[in-house]
T-cell receptor
Framework: GNSVTQMEGPVTLSEEAFLTINCTYT??????LFWYVQYPGEGLQLLLKATKADDKGSNKGFEATYRKETTSFHLEKGSVQVSDSAVYFCALSTRSGGSYIPTFGRGTSLIVHP | EPEVTQTPSHQVTQMGQEVILRCVPI?????FYWYRQILGQKVEFLVSFYNNEISEKSEIFDDQFSVERPDGSNFTLKIRSTKLEDSAMYFCASSGQGDSYNSPLHFGNGTRLTVT
């Protein structure tokens, strides 16, 4: 079956620090990969995605590269801000019997201090 | 930008009671989902719905759960007889314009269900 493994949180950083949140996956077939962000009291929102090997998804200064050889999709940002404090979810989507079942990781909480 | 809306935002119910959680997905989407998130834990898939029927369900989605799309706009999750362990945040999501394999999910803000 499909699964997503994320690094445990919380990740606590000072403003302008470099961020990496690790994500690895196992999947049947060729998945699309996503990062979602959940701000307090809100639902999940798509942050970025990549649909094939070596693709780089990017948005709001965040980047992640689809690495098929290491089955990874690590999230990075060069300089975090306090407003980036949120929970980040890595996810994959594959086709299973004609339907699409996105699978989420446990989420990694990011806390950015001024 | 169109969005998924969920009501109510918070529902408190007594153990054994029935609850219905309501969602209005984005109007031209084809795939609908319910997920739940127990406080501090991962987002768990419950069920997906396409073409007016369940397409996949998880082992969590037992006989106590059901989904409906009664009128072409609403998408509801019913829990027939709630248990304490059903307390969680329930998220509705929709996707699907063309190639849904690559389409991201659009989530509502969730309904917090508290079973006492």
């Amino acid at each position: 079956g499909n699964s997503v493994t994320q690094m445990e949180g919380p990740v606590t950083l000072s403003e302008e620090a470099f961020l990496t949140i690790n994500c690895t996956y196992t999947a049947t077939g060729y998945p699309s990969l996503f990062w979602y962000v959940q701000y307090p009291g809100e639902g999940l929102q798509l942050l970025l995605k990549a649909t094939k090997a070596d693709d780089k998804g990017s948005n709001k200064g965040f980047e992640a590269t689809y690495r098929k050889e290491t089955t990874s999709f690590h999230l990075e940002k060069g300089s975090v801000q306090v407003s980036d404090s949120a929970v980040y979810f890595c996810a994959l989507s594959t086709r299973s019997g004609g339907s699409y079942i996105p699978t989420f990781g446990r989420g990694t909480s990011l806390i950015v201090h001024p | 930008e169109p969005e998924v809306t969920q009501t109510p935002s918070h529902q408190v119910t007594q153990m054994g009671q029935e609850v219905i959680l309501r969602c209005v997905p984005i109007s031209n989407h084809l795939y609908f989902y319910w997920y739940r998130q127990i406080l501090g834990q991962k987002v768990e898939f419950l069920v997906s719905f396409y073409n007016n029927e369940i397409s996949e369900k998880s082992e969590i989605f037992d006989d106590q759960f059901s989904v409906e799309r009664p009128d072409g706009s609403n998408f509801t999750l019913k829990i027939r007889s709630t248990k304490l362990e059903d307390s969680a945040m329930y998220f509705c999501a929709s996707s699907g314009q063309g190639d849904s394999y690559n389409s991201p999910l659009h989530f509502g803000n969730g309904t917090r269900l508290t079973v006492t």
